[in-house]
Nanobody, 122 residues
């Protein structure tokens, strides 16, 4: 019923930029936090950036000053503007919706997108 649809991944040269978009669809009452995680083969999944429904963001130290996260609560979307990209940013990026309520009286739960590939060439 609830799906997270990601877009914007692709191939870019070092120093370039990309914008990732994620839209949550289905029956949704509210989403507490939306964000992006990334995972390269053989490594643990790590938080890249997240933002609350009130607009409070948090960033991984490795992307501070380069990435900007934003969201539109009315559209249940979250954007990640990635600039000054480095080859080490190459990963599969996953959209996350944390504390999602289908109905007002439901318990919140987490949802994940299927991932989008970001490749940064040197």
């Amino acid at each position: 019923q609830v799906q997270l649809v990601e877009s914007g991944g692709g191939l870019v040269q070092a120093g370039g930029s990309l914008r990732l978009s994620c839209a949550a669809s289905g029956t949704i009452y509210s989403i507490n936090t939306m964000g992006w995680y990334r995972k390269a083969p053989g490594k643990q999944r790590e938080l890249v950036a997240a933002i609350t429904s009130e607009g409070r963001p948090v960033y991984a130290d490795s992307v501070k000053g380069r990435f900007t996260i934003s969201r539109d609560n009315a559209k249940n979307t979250v954007l990640l503007q990635m600039g000054s990209l480095k080859p080490e940013d190459t990963d599969v990026y996953y959209c996350n919706a944390a504390g999602l309520r289908v109905k007002r009286w439901d318990l919140p739960s987490d949802y994940w997108g299927k991932g989008t590939q970001v490749t940064v060439s040197s």
